[in-house]
């Protein structure tokens, strides 16, 4: 099965990226290509509906599991079996995060792998600068 792996350095505590990666509603505002989510019916792992941008009539069905401490969240693709692993490591005190992904792809999405690659590496971007604007104080005025 073909994948990948990139990450990043965000200056956010881990809390802060969570919260984003965590709950499918924030996707739109970080991750390429993701139109707009909804709740699935409140499946037990999480499930939800992703509709990519400019594809509003397409529902992909996803699946979402965490490790339980906070630092990992798979998203699974229903449709297609792309497959999305994020993995959050601290790096110490006011020092932020490592925000990481490993993608799988099946053979047969294979001709997708150099679109998924730039799609997540501008996701990658994206959530550590929301994360960053979440975790920076309010600014006086």
């Known amino acids: 099965m073909p994948g990948f792996d990139d990450d990043i350095l965000a200056q956010a ?8 990666l965590y709950d499918p509603s ?46 990992t969240v798979t998203i699974s693709c229903l449709v297609s079996d792309l497959e999305f692993r994020w993995r959050l490591e601290p790096l110490g005190p006011g020092s932020g995060a ?18 998924q690659r730039a799609a997540v590496r501008a996701s990658l971007r994206a959530l550590a600068h929301l994360a960053e604007a979440t975790a920076a104080p309010p600014a006086r005025g």
């Open 98 to 115: 490592r925000i990481a992904v490993h993608v799988e792809i099946p053979a047969a999405e294979a001709h997708r792998l150099g679109a």
């Open 26 to 71: 924030c996707f739109p505002r970080w991750w390429a290509g993701v139109g707009t989510t909804e709740p699935a019916g409140g499946g037990p792992d999480g499930d939800f509906t992703l509709y990519p941008d400019g594809y509003p009539d397409f529902p992909m069905p996803q699946a979402l599991r965490t490790d339980g401490d906070g630092r």
């Open 13 to 20: 505590p881990v809390e802060e990226v969570w919260k984003l």
